[in-house]
């Protein structure tokens, strides 16, 4: 599977020597004391070049001083948050993992599942009275190199790992950890559950550090105003409740509310803020628990969400995404001095990188004069019911549509391939949708000869059988996919969880113990990113589909 991906790619770029002293460092270890995995949800690979001239520390750090593999992207069409956690945490993609998306239907059921949901566990908050639900790794189908990396060292490791959402915590911990941290929303509570163990350290630095203080801040510029590219409100952004168009931005909640309320948490979970806090956790963690002086290789994942309900919002072509990456640049340079000093520079390796990109607001790709635009599903679900009438296939025979995968009703996928003319209908019908470019069905999908054409490749290791759809729907380039805004005209902000590059390319940035510095143009994906840390710890995977990035690691450091 992952050689149709893999085997091909440019030469890649000499890389310079490593530094001498770092070097004698490296061999003088076998392993790493810590591995760090950070994970910036939503972060194109082109905001790299485009920004880093204004990064000063952390980012900056880690592409000066790192492996930069500058062609990196997803090989998948499942472009989404649990998929790409999932791909970074196991080394394989959601082919064989599992995890297809945020959400899917479950046929059993007949209804939607979160990828996180588990029936079987109960969420814990770090606050009195305020669980909902529960959450663990039960649904992922692989074990992650977290896991795999406490199981055959010997149980000396431990591992951390925080995000604002469960699924970037749990995927990048997997079904076993010290401490899974979350920030849930609905409840503004720090949560983690019965899968897990609470942690005093968790408990201590939310009652002393509530995220009521930030109340009343304001999100400003942090550079001057002419350094910001593109206009200052972005063509096509939604709207916050509480906040206007521009910059600055305060966390005040709902209007005419004077205490924290609903409101104010989802404007702190898109604000720099978040970012901040969740680098304060993570120090916390490094300080209370030691990571690094455990005598095994102990594991710390940070997954950065507010990168991604800003892009969301305002897209990727705003002062705010900007602007989020100067303040995350300082965030990081923040976390990297800390762990030089307490576990020490050149005993831990970071993996620095992203589970998908973003799409251009399709309201500012129109403005260019490109087909872009929103594709209705209520709309698409409609046309396709009334193509399949006449062949008595049941009504209704669509169960769900979500996001790409149409969910046809049960039973109607095998009457629905016994008539020829059933499927022609089906698939006019679809085509003559505007922005649908291709429409696949499951038996195509697992076939066991792999297309070579890209986009019916990628459609193929995002497949599941039993989650994913019987059907595949495709959109053009620079078309979202909606299902509850009719037409375009009313859509704002964008999305992403497509086949295409602007959603598959993202960061891959290695640096510290056992990497060579430089810029790699070889074809790299973050499944290689396990397999990679995997080299440099002595711990063998299950069935990665990703490689060993070889090129970056220093020879004489693996064990």
């Known amino acids: 599977m992952a050689a149709v991906m893999l085997a091909a790619g440019a030469a890649r770029a000499q890389a310079p020597k490593a530094n001498p002293s770092a070097t004698k460092s490296a061999v003088r270890a076998t392993r790493p004391k810590l591995v760090a995995v950070i994970v910036v949800d939503q972060m194109r690979a082109d905001y790299v070049d485009k920004f880093r001239g204004q990064w000063t520390g952390g980012l900056k750090r880690l592409v000066e001083e790192g492996a930069w593999f500058r062609a990196a992207a997803y090989p998948y069409a499942a472009t989404d948050t649990c998929a790409g956690h999932a791909t970074i945490s196991t080394g394989a993609f959601p082919a064989s993992h599992g995890m297809v998306g945020n959400a899917w239907w479950d046929r059993e059921a007949q209804k939607m599942v979160t990828c996180t949901s588990d029936p079987n566990v109960k969420n814990t908050a770090y606050r009195e009275g305020a669980t909902k639900g529960g959450d663990s790794a039960w649904r992922m189908l ?68 509530p995220v009521e203080s930030d109340y009343g801040k304001t999100w400003s510029l942090t550079l001057p105003q002419d350094q910001y590219w593109y206009d200052e409100k972005a063509l096509g952004a939604g709207t916050v409740e509480g906040w206007g168009t521009t910059f600055p931005f305060r966390l005040r909640g709902k209007e005419g509310t004077s205490s924290p309320d609903g409101v104010f948490y989802e404007q702190w979970v898109m604000s720099p803020f978040a970012d901040t806090y969740l680098t304060k956790m993570a120090e916390a963690a490094v300080d209370s628990l030691g990571l690094g002086g455990s005598g095994g290789v102990d594991y710390l994942g940070v997954s950065y969400s507010s990168v991604d309900s800003v892009g969301h919002t305002f897209g990727p072509r705003s002062w705010e995404i900007q602007d989020m990456l100067v303040r995350l640049d300082k965030d990081l340079g923040e976390l990297f001095a800390l762990l030089d000093q307490k576990v020490g520079r050149g005993n831990y390796v970071v993996a620095f990188t992203a589970d998908h990109g973003v799409a251009p607001i399709p309201a500012d790709m129109q403005q260019t004069g490109f087909d872009a635009g929103v594709l209705s599903l209520p709309e698409l679900q409609a046309r396709l019911e009334k193509a399949l009438e006449p062949f008595n296939l049941g009504k209704p025979a669509i169960a769900r549509i979500a996001g790409n995968q149409v969910y046809l009703a049960p039973g109607v996928y095998a009457q629905w391939k016994s008539q020829p003319k059933a499927m022609n209908a089906l698939f006019d019908a679809a085509r003559s949708m505007p922005g649908v470019a291709q429409i696949y069905e499951a038996d195509r999908l697992t076939t066991a000869f792999k297309s070579v054409r890209e986009t019916l490749t990628a459609a193929e290791l995002s497949y599941f059988a039993g989650r994913s759809g019987d059907l595949y729907v495709l959109q053009q380039p620079y078309w979202l996919t909606d299902g509850s805004v009719e037409g375009s005209k009313r859509h704002t902000g964008t999305g992403h969880g497509t086949p295409y590059y602007y959603d598959q390319r993202v960061p891959i940035l290695l640096m510290g113990f056992g990497i060579r510095p430089g810029e790699y143009f070889d074809s790299a994906t973050p499944a290689d990113i396990a397999p990679t840390l995997g080299a440099l710890t002595g711990v063998t995977l299950a069935t990665p589909d990703g490689r060993v990035l070889a090129e970056a690691v220093e020879k004489g450091v693996a064990p």
């Open 142 to 209: 692989l074990p992650s190199y977290a896991e795999e990396l406490k199981f055959q060292t010997g149980g000396a490791t431990r591992v951390v790992t925080f995000s604002l959402k469960a699924r970037g915590a749990i995927t990048l911990a997997g079904h076993k950890a010290d401490a899974v941290t979350w920030f849930d929303t609905s409840t503004g509570a720090w949560t983690t559950s019965s899968a897990y163990r609470t942690m005093p350290f968790v408990e201590e630095y939310a009652k002393q550090h």
